[in-house]
């Protein structure tokens, strides 16, 4: 009778109620989708790290990460390996050429890391052939061309290999996207010019673009502008396995996009066989052997287990290799929390004033039900109670339109684009997929009714100092 | 059978300045199936010894036994766990819930004493065709008349049985027709069920059905008139 008697009493004045329960709603909505963002964005980075940049587990020579010395390297690798594919759980293992160099056009050098592979191989772990750029190339399209090079569009650009040119085909192209006339006559005044790298480009649309129109479709401009040379070539320089300077020159095979623009600009992939053969390395030996796992939460226990097998080598997950992923991924649910937390405590001022008002406007009928026999823990029950379901409506609603709205959203993702850059410096990517799981909702549905329990405590005080025999007198 | 006895029963509110003696040295005994009225004007003690009686508000001196138990030996909780079990309480301005139906008034206490839902419709329905109003079993308070509403005040504060009901001014917001019909109901639960019914007013409808008149002046009982 207390619970029916509260929800009752929650719609007894339904606007101020509504109005509790929509502020309710709207902060929960605004912090459950913030969260989903964050989330998918945390997710997206987490992924992209595991299945571009690191996979689930590598092992290297127990000084090779501290110092890069070509000579700390795992020898007998392919015993190794066969032992490695052979334990359960394991879904492929491949094993690479790590050198430090640096890369070099005719106009710009640069810093790498030269990674020697086999692409076959690779393609089982990692996900970059996947990541290729349209209309740049293949990613190692003609095995037997060794020269072949798999570069980042970043170190394209670094490099000049990527430049821009406002030509008849771009303004062709533009006018196709339906850019504003006013807008194309002024980009015709470079027509016939290029421009080596994007600084230079973006230094020339700055001069007749307004800033408006400059971040409305500066970044269309520049993608139609865009010319690559395909099998460009670049020549890499480095150490070789006795500490003699040598090199080679590569033709760029073509170019992979993804969101982390640090590792774009740095990493320089090779086949294995070519970079083997300038290092002078023997056989059978490598800097580094990647491992990739039917199932990420194995990874803790195969890091264990492959520990103990091969105790002279260091044996790193992607978690200990990437600590401020690990770091996102376990913290971020108390950081989620947490966030939850401080919206939920700003609604419960609003909890506690609405609530403050029910007991003032019904001093006399709880001094009635005290005066019939409803005793003090009865009266803070219903109090509480009532509490509880006016910021459970509202939090449910509001978890209820987050829940559509992350679900709508996360099949297209959210595209920030005009924050590209920044997000790609930080190695997240610009659209965002947000995703939530249930157990969020039900961290925050239990969130929601302690602070409708804690927002209840004050005003529940106040009703059980009520004098009966006073309250009755009131009018 | 005695249901209850005043004692030399004494109020002092202190003021800022002065004492106020609301009830000085009240003596009073009830018999089982009583319909008494406590009369006086107003200032003169009704309401303070209606509530002390209720065990809402203690006595500064003297004690009231409620069958032979002295309220003020009580705890505060128990006071109103002895209240919901033994007092039915009736307000001058009705005091229903607003959210809930005749039905679900009615059954509060006995919803609050864990009676079992058959047990609790029976009664419900028993007290509801008492007081005339079965066919508004599922109307909320502002679906009813003054005189209804307070029918059904007077359905809920028999319906854990207590031993006797108290009404502060029960008739004060109804017309002559609804306090007609209320007292009638009142006097026939008197005479069916045997229940206590003592009354504070000063409207005279009510005295006239009194069998018992206690008249307050300044806080003292001045008479006390047993009529058959």
């Keep these: 009778m207390i619970t029916k008697t509260a929800w009752k009493n929650v719609w007894r004045n339904k606007i101020r109620s509504l109005v509790v329960i929509a502020s309710v709603t709207v902060g929960i909505f605004a912090g459950v989708f913030a969260v989903g963002v964050m989330n998918g964005a945390i997710d997206q980075r987490i992924d992209e790290v595991i299945d571009n940049e690191v996979s689930h587990i590598q092992i290297t020579h127990a000084d090779f990460r501290a110092n890069n010395d070509l000579a700390c390297n795992i020898k007998d690798v392919s015993r190794i390996e066969e032992s490695i594919s052979g334990l359960e759980g394991v879904q492929a293992v491949s094993d690479r050429l790590f050198v430090v160099g640096m890369a070099n056009t005719a106009s710009k050098s640069t810093g790498v890391n030269i990674i020697g592979i086999d692409p076959e191989k690779e393609k089982e772990i990692f996900g970059l052939d996947k990541e290729l750029e349209p209309r740049t190339g293949e990613y190692f399209g003609d095995p037997d061309r060794e020269e072949l090079a798999y570069i980042g569009v970043d170190l394209a650009k670094n490099l000049n290999i990527i430049r821009y040119e406002i030509n008849d085909k771009v303004i062709g192209e533009l006018k196709s996207a339906e850019l504003p006339v006013e807008i194309i006559s002024e980009i015709e005044k470079y027509s016939g010019e290029r421009f080596d790298n994007e600084r230079s480009f973006k230094k020339a649309m700055r001069s007749v673009l307004s800033d408006k129109n400059e971040s409305e479709y500066g970044k269309l401009i520049m993608e139609k502008s865009q010319t690559f040379r395909e099998r460009a070539k670049f020549t890499l320089t480095f150490v070789d396995s006795h500490n003699q300077q040598t090199g080679g020159v590569f033709r760029v095979g073509g170019l992979y996009n993804i969101p982390n623009s640090m590792f774009e600009s740095t990493q320089v992939f090779v086949q294995d066989r070519i970079l083997r053969r300038l290092i002078e390395f023997p056989e059978n030996t490598a800097h580094q052997i990647v491992i990739r796992l039917k199932n990420v939460d194995d990874t803790r226990a195969m890091t264990r287990k492959l520990r103990n097998d091969f105790p002279g080598l260091e044996v790193l997950n992607w978690k200990q290799i990437q600590p401020d992923m690990a770091m996102m991924s376990d913290f971020a649910g108390v950081m989620y929390g947490f966030f939850m937390v401080i919206i939920l405590a700003a609604l419960a001022f609003g909890i506690v004033n609405t609530m403050l008002m029910v007991v003032l406007e019904r001093i006399k009928e709880l001094g009635m039900l005290t005066a019939i026999g409803m005793n003090k823990k009865k009266v803070f029950r219903m109090i509480m109670t009532e509490s509880v379901f006016l910021s459970l409506t509202g939090g449910v609603s509001g978890m209820l339109v987050s829940w559509i709205i992350i679900k709508l959203t996360s099949t297209r993702g959210i595209n920030f684009g005009s924050l590209q850059e920044g997000f790609e410096a930080m190695g997240f990517s610009s659209h965002i997929y947000p995703e939530i799981g249930v157990d969020f909702f039900l961290i925050v549905t239990v969130l929601i009714i302690i602070t409708g329990i804690l927002s209840s405590v004050y005003p529940a005080l106040k009703a059980l100092r009520l004098d009966p025999a006073e309250a009755l007198r009131t009018e | ?228």
């Design chain 2, 1 to 228: 059978m005695k249901v209850l006895e005043l004692n030399n029963v004494h109020k002092v509110y202190n003021t800022t300045h002065i004492e106020v003696h609301a009830v000085n040295d009240v003596s009073l005994t009830f018999e089982e199936g009583e319909f008494a009225a406590i009369v006086g004007p107003s200032g003169s003690g009704k309401t303070t010894l209606l509530n002390m009686i209720g065990g809402l508000d203690m006595p500064t001196d003297g004690k009231i036994l409620v069958n032979s138990t002295d309220l003020s030996t009580l705890k505060s909780s128990a006071i109103i766990d002895f209240r919901m079990r033994n007092i039915g309480f009736v307000f001058q301005s009705y005091n229903l819930i607003p959210v809930l139906t005749a039905k679900e008034n009615i059954e509060f206490i006995m919803n609050l004493q864990k009676w079992p839902r058959q047990k609790r419709d029976e009664r419900t329905i028993e007290l509801l065709k008492a007081v005339g109003l079965e066919d508004r079993i599922n109307s909320r308070p502002a679906q009813l008349s003054g005189g209804q509403q307070q029918r059904v005040a007077v359905a809920r504060a028999l319906a854990s049985k207590p031993r006797f009901v108290l009404a502060d001014e029960p008739t004060a917001n109804l017309d002559t027709k609804s306090t007609e019909t209320l007292l009638d109901i009142m006097e026939k639960l008197n005479r069916d069920e045997n229940i206590t019914f003592i009354f504070s007013t000063h409207d005279a409808r009510v005295v006239k059905k009194a069998r018992r008149i206690i008249t307050l002046e300044d806080g003292k009982v001045v008479s006390d008139e047993k009529r058959e």
